[in-house]
């Protein structure tokens, strides 16, 4: 998989997020290797792979079992942040998808253990302060799924907290990390792959130097990056390492 490295527009050193705090580890790298993963199992990670990519920070773009990504949290030894995809189970829901067995479904548990949500509020991690928003446009009745009405009030309400905190401290979000692409960015034409206009929107007001999603399954041919402005859109699918100096 390809490795990319950037830089950070501010690093942060505080540990207030958009909700309950997640302390900042001492002793933060002048490079980090940030691990992002989304919709396919990858069985290269069960091996030696991942302990030769020795990540800092693992991020997940939704629809993956919570089993493996609690695996990838354990192994890897270092925090993992996620979003959920519209595969995923809620945690207030009770919608199965067909896309993965009832069974993972029935035992389940409603939140990924040892992991940290980031839907609709921020993290600060490793240096970087990283948003997330989860689940795709609405085209049945399952769980994490949104119309682009409903995802324009979620990006509104997040973009004005990230905004105000942004004029407290003069920082930033680093990172968005999504399960959908932005509308006509990296997105296909078939109503369940469409974007959220919205996503377009959130870039310009809050100028991440990258949004990761999944979603889009690649089928064997490599997705390109794509800019919005000077925001780099990265398909993670099935899994990409970045490296980012903060």
């Known amino acids: 998989?390809?490795?990319?490295?950037?830089?950070?527009?501010?690093?942060?050193?505080?540990?207030?997020?958009?909700?309950?705090?997640?302390?900042?580890?001492a002793g933060v790298p002048a490079v980090i290797r940030v691990l992002a993963v989304a919709d396919e199992v990858d069985q290269a990670l069960y091996g030696p792979r991942l302990n030769d990519l020795r990540p800092d920070l693992v991020l997940a773009c939704g629809d993956l079992p919570f089993e493996y990504l609690e695996y990838l949290r354990a192994e890897a030894g270092v925090p993992l942040l996620y979003v959920r995809g519209n595969h995923d189970p809620s945690s207030s829901g009770t919608n199965v998808s067909a896309y993965l067995p009832a069974e993972y479904f029935a035992r389940s548990p409603r939140r990924v253990i040892g992991?940290?949500?980031?839907?609709?509020?921020?993290?600060?991690?490793?240096?970087?302060?990283?948003a997330g928003l989860g689940g795709s446009v609405r085209y049945n009745n399952g769980d994490n799924q949104y119309t682009q009405t409903e995802m324009r009030g979620r990006v509104r309400r997040?973009?004005?907290?990230?905004?105000?905190?942004?004029?407290?401290?003069?920082?930033?979000?680093?990172?968005?990390?999504?399960?959908?692409?932005?509308?006509?960015?990296?997105?296909?034409?078939?109503?369940?792959?469409?974007?959220?206009?919205a996503f377009h929107r959130l870039v310009e007001r809050i100028e991440p130097k990258l949004m990761l999603h999944g979603h889009i399954h690649p089928y064997g041919k490599p997705r390109p990056d794509r800019t919005i402005g000077?925001?780099?859109?990265?398909?993670?699918?099935?899994?990409?390492?970045?490296?980012?100096?903060?």
Do not use: K, Q
């Open 158 to 197: 997040l973009t004005r907290r990230a905004r105000m905190r942004r004029w407290r401290d003069g920082t930033s979000i680093d990172i968005m990390v999504t399960h959908s692409p932005p509308l006509n960015c990296g997105d296909e034409t078939d109503g369940p792959h469409r974007g959220f206009s």
């Open 115 to 130: 992991c940290v949500s980031v839907e609709d509020r921020w993290e600060d991690e490793c240096g970087l302060r990283i």
């Open 1 to 25: 998989m390809p490795e990319t490295r950037w830089t950070a527009a501010n690093p942060r050193y505080d540990t207030d997020g958009g909700g309950p705090g997640h302390p900042i580890r």
């Open 230 to 246: 000077n925001t780099r859109v990265v398909n993670v699918v099935p899994y990409r390492l970045l490296e980012i100096e903060p």
